[in-house]
Antibody, heavy 121, light 107 residues
Framework: EVQLVESGGGLVQPGGCLRL?????????????MHWVRQVPGKGLVWVSRISVDGNITNYADSVRGRFTISRDNANNTLYLQMNTLKVEDTAVYYC??????????????WGQGTLVTVSS | DIRMTQSPSSLSASVGDRVTITCRAS??????LNWYQQKRGKAPELLIYATSSLQSGVPSRFSGSVSGTDFTLTISSLQAEDFATYYCQQSYSTPRTFGQGTKVEIQ
C-alpha cells in the first residue's frame, strides 16, 4: 500500500519558519515527481511547488517563490518544504502528492493526509 | 498563468441523477486536464487523468470529455458516496492551477 505521510506542521508566528516533511512508502520514490498543494480550511486547492525526480528542477507558485524551498532525499524517500518568512496567508493544510514520471496526464495520483500550518501571533 | 474556470460552484442533486461539471481553460492545454474528488476532511483523490482516462478503481459512472478548451466531468448516475467537492486541474504548465471546485450536495 502506498503511503505519503506529512509531518512538521504547527503554529508559528508571522515571519517565522517551518519545515514540512513527507515520507513515502510502498512506492518507488524515484519514479515520481513530487508536489506540494495547500488548502485553506473550507477553501479550494492551491498548487504550491514541484520537484523533479533527481531534484534538479523545481517550480513554485508566485505567492511562495523566494520564501519556500522544495527538496527531496531519495535515499530516504522523503520530500521537504522549507518555509521561511511565513505570512498569515500561508495558513493552510499542506498536502504532498506524487506525479508519475512520463505519465500521460501528469496527474497527481497519490496524496498524503495533510499537515496543518497555522501562522498567527 | 493558465486560469481554470469551473462551474457551477455548487449543485444539488438526487441519487440517480446525471451530473455534469465544466471546467474552462483560459488557453489551450491539450488533454492535460485532471479531475479530483475531495470528501469532507479528507485528502483529494484522483478520478480522471488526461481528460478522459479513468483512474484505477474509480467507478465507470465517472467520465471525462473535452470540446476545445471546455472540459467536462460527468457522473452518469449519482450515488450516495459521490457527494463531495470536485476539482479540475491543468497539468499543461506550471503553476498547475486548479479550478475553484464544485460542491455536489444532496437535494
Amino acid at each position: 500500500e502506498v503511503q505519503l505521510v506529512e509531518s512538521g506542521g504547527g503554529l508559528v508566528q508571522p515571519g517565522g519558519c517551518l519545515r514540512l516533511s513527507c515520507a513515502g512508502s510502498g512506492l518507488t520514490f524515484t519514479n515520481y515527481w513530487m508536489h506540494w498543494v495547500r488548502q485553506v480550511p473550507g477553501k479550494g486547492l492551491v498548487w504550491v511547488s514541484r520537484i523533479s525526480v533527481d531534484g534538479n528542477i523545481t517550480n513554485y507558485a508566485d505567492s511562495v517563490r523566494g520564501r519556500f524551498t522544495i527538496s527531496r532525499d531519495n535515499a530516504n524517500n522523503t520530500l521537504y518544504l522549507q518555509m521561511n518568512t511565513l505570512k498569515v496567508e500561508d495558513t493552510a493544510v499542506y498536502y504532498c502528492s506524487s506525479e508519475p514520471k512520463a505519465s500521460p496526464g501528469r496527474q497527481l495520483n497519490y496524496w498524503g493526509q495533510g499537515t496543518l500550518v497555522t501562522v498567527s501571533s | 498563468d493558465i486560469r481554470m474556470t469551473q462551474s457551477p460552484s455548487s449543485l444539488s442533486a438526487s441519487v440517480g441523477d446525471r451530473v455534469t461539471i465544466t471546467c474552462r481553460a483560459s488557453q489551450s492545454i491539450g488533454t492535460y486536464l485532471n479531475w479530483y474528488q475531495q470528501k469532507r476532511g479528507k485528502a483529494p483523490e484522483l478520478l480522471i487523468y488526461a481528460t478522459s482516462s479513468l483512474q484505477s478503481g474509480v467507478p465507470s459512472r465517472f467520465s471525462g470529455s473535452v470540446s476545445g478548451t471546455d472540459f467536462t466531468l460527468t457522473i452518469s448516475s449519482l450515488q450516495a458516496e459521490d457527494f463531495a467537492t470536485y476539482y479540475c486541474q491543468q497539468s499543461y504548465s506550471t503553476p498547475r492551477t486548479f479550478g475553484q471546485g464544485t460542491k455536489v450536495e444532496i437535494q
